[in-house]
């Protein structure tokens, strides 16, 4: 397993290109090293403390109101997602972030390669208090939509390439609460496809790939 930590995990996505708008936050990531196989998928874990988000208007037009949603940008205690590396692409699974007035799921895939970014999750406005829906045995995943989402969220998806994202939200889902919240979700980087790869055909007759990141994520590569 390798370990990376850094006390400036903003520093370091907008080094790699993983995300610009990430300010500050120690960040820990764990993952298996590599192998003699090019395409040897590699798991990994990443965890992300007491950091800020700024410049992001959609995410800013959620928390509208909050002290900290204005000027100064969007502070978060912490994040934690689930990884797979393989071909060039990042798949994120399993994604929470959690900050004192909104909250967030994450779930999709990074192509970097293809310079193709497909994510999508659940905001979770005044998380403290509305994750508590959620928490609640048996009754936790009809009133707040599992663990980590909340009573009232509202759905986004981020497309686009790595280096300018385009996030999206979706406000009639504010309006459907908890499990009835799903149908309002964006399909764009679910993970309830395998990650494949196959062959395809172009029109002058050579061979490339087409990469199925995810239901509504699909890139065709030479």
């Given at each position: 397993m390798i370990y990376l930590q850094t006390n400036d995990a903003g520093a370091l996505l907008r080094f790699t290109d993983t995300y610009t708008k990430a300010v500050g936050g120690q960040m820990v990531v764990a993952m298996e090293?590599?192998?003699s196989e090019p395409n040897t998928?590699?798991?990994g874990l990443i965890n992300v403390r007491d950091f800020t988000v700024k410049g992001e208007a959609q995410l800013e037009r959620v928390a509208a109101g909050?002290?900290?949603g204005t000027g100064n940008g969007i502070s978060f205690s912490a994040l934690r997602a689930e990884f797979t590396r393989q071909n060039g692409a990042l798949t994120i699974r399993d994604g929470v972030v959690k900050g004192p007035m909104i909250g967030a799921t994450i779930e999709g895939s990074i192509?970097?390669?293809g310079n193709q970014v497909c994510m999508s999750g659940t905001f979770v406005p005044m998380y403290g208090l509305n994750n508590m829906f959620g928490q609640i045995p048996v009754l936790g995943l009809?009133?707040?939509g599992g663990n980590n989402e909340g009573l009232i969220g509202?759905?986004?998806e981020v497309v686009g390439t790595p280096a300018a994202p385009v996030m999206r939200v979706n406000p009639i889902s504010a309006i459907f609460p908890g499990v009835t919240r799903k149908i309002m979700e964006f399909n764009t980087g679910k993970q309830n496809s395998p990650f494949d790869e196959f062959p395809s055909q172009s029109n002058d007759g050579s061979t490339g790939s087409s990469r199925q990141l995810s239901n509504g994520c699909?890139?065709?590569r030479r």
């Open positions: 090293p590599p192998t998928s590699r798991e909050a002290p900290n192509d970097y390669p009809f009133l707040g509202v759905t986004y699909s890139l065709t």
